[in-house]
C-alpha cells in the first residue's frame, strides 16, 4: 500500500500500524489491513520485527504473513493506494526506508 499520511507519506510499504491497548498482535493486524485495503485476512505466523527510531524513542514493528479471507482490494484509511505487486514491480516503487531488505532477510519477497 502507498501511505497516504506521514511518516512515509507517497512511499509504499506493508499495510500496518499502532496496536490498540488490550489489543492482541492477531487483532491489529486483522484491523488494520481491513482498514487499510478493504481485504479480511487470517494471521498467521510471525516472520520478521524491525526497529525504528522516532524522535522520543524506537518502534518496534512485527509483521506477520496473512491469508485473506474476503474482501475487495481498494485502498482506505491511511492508504493512497493499494496493489499486489510482483518482484519487478516492487523494484520500480518508491518505498519505505528498510521494506525491502528485511522482506528479502525474511524470505518474503513478492515472486516473479
Known sequence: MRRANAPGEGLWSVPG???EPNETDE???TRE???ETGLSVTAGHLVGSVERPVPNGVFRIYDYECQVRSGVLQAGDDASDVAWVDSA???TLRTTEGLVEALSEW???PRA
Do not use: D, F, I, S
Open 107 to 109: 524470505n518474503c519477497l
Open 33 to 35: 489491513v481491513l482498514e
Open 17 to 19: 500500524g499502532r496496536v
Open 89 to 91: 514491480t516492487l523494484a
Open 27 to 29: 487483532a491489529a493486524v
